[in-house]
C-alpha cells in the first residue's frame, strides 16, 4: 500500500508517520527530515536549501523530487511508502505522478492531518522546546502556515476530486488519531 499524509505544520504528520509505517510495514519517508539530514551533513544540496527552509519557504521543485522520487519508487516496489511531507503543491503532485505511474507507485490514499491554527502554533511551539528545530520560531511558522494556505492547501480538492481524499481530526490524542487513519484505511 502507498499512503500520502498530508497536513499543515504541527498536523503530527511525522508522529503519525512513524506509527503508520509501522503498524503496516512500509518504509516511511519524510520530505523534512531528509531535507534536514542533507543540510545536517552539508552536502551541495543541503547548502543550497538551507536559508529556504530557515524561512519556512519551499524548496525548489525539482529538488525535492530528485530526492524524493527514486526513494518512493523503489519502496512502492518492495512494500509501499507512508509519504509525508510531499507533494506540498499541485505541481509537485502532477510531477510526481507522471513519474510514478508506469511504475504503478501512485498513492492508493490520502490523508489529510486537519487541526485548527491555536492548536498547531500551541503545539510547534511546544515542540521547538523539546527539538529545537531552527524553523520552529514564531516568524518562520507563520510563514510555514501561509506556505501551507498558498501552496499545499489546493491538494485537499486535488485528491478529493480523484477519490483518494480522507480527512481526519487531528486534534484529539495520538492514539485516537492513529486508529481513526488506519479506520480511514480500511485496516483496523
Ligand atoms: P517539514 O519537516 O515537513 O515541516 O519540512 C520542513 C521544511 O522542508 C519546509 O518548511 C520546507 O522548507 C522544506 N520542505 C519539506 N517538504 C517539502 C516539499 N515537498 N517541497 C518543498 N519544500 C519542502
Redesign the pocket.
Known sequence: MNVLLIGP?GSG??TQGDRLAERLDLEHL????L??AEVEQETPLGKR?KD??QR??????A??IGL?MPRVLAAADANGYLL??????VE?AVEARKLAETAGATPDAVIYLDAPRDVLMRRILARAEVEGRS?DNEETVQN?LR?FDDATSPLVDYYRDRGLLHVVNADQDENAVTEEILKALGVS
Open positions: 505544520p504528520k511525522g519524510a520530505a523534512g527530515d531535507l534536514r536549501v529556504m527552509m519556512g519557504d519551499l524548496v525548489p521543485d529538488v525535492i524524493l509525508d511531507g510531499f507533494p506540498r503543491s509537485q524553523d510555514r506556505v
